[in-house]
């Protein structure tokens, strides 16, 4: 799992089938509880994160296992939005 916060969204008009209705959103990473110079792009499919808010990121098949079409290929999935982070 990966910690990130939603930078901004990702538009594409021509995608896969399996990946339409899919919201992508542009994520900086955060390590050691600060913001690094990295990014991903996620899917977000039905969680609703938000610009700003911080996401908890689950990546490979763990990933495509947690889309609702199982097929789409996806590497990196939105799985939760972090409401408190604790040390």
């Known amino acids: 799992m990966i910690l990130g916060r939603v930078y901004g969204s ?5 995608k896969l089938g399996s990946l339409v209705g899919c919201k992508f959103m542009l994520v900086q990473c955060i ?12 899917v977000d499919d039905g969680v609703g ?18 889309m609702k079409n199982q097929d789409a290929p996806v590497d990196a999935l939105i799985v939760g939005i972090l409401d408190k982070k604790q040390v």
Not at 49 to 66: C, L, N, P, T, Y
């Open 10 to 14: 990702v538009v594409s008009t021509h």
């Open 31 to 42: 390590e050691n509880g600060k913001l690094i110079d990295k990014y991903l792009v996620a």
């Open 49 to 66: 994160a938000g610009i700003g808010e911080d996401v908890i990121i689950a990546q490979g098949s763990s990933a495509r296992k947690g």
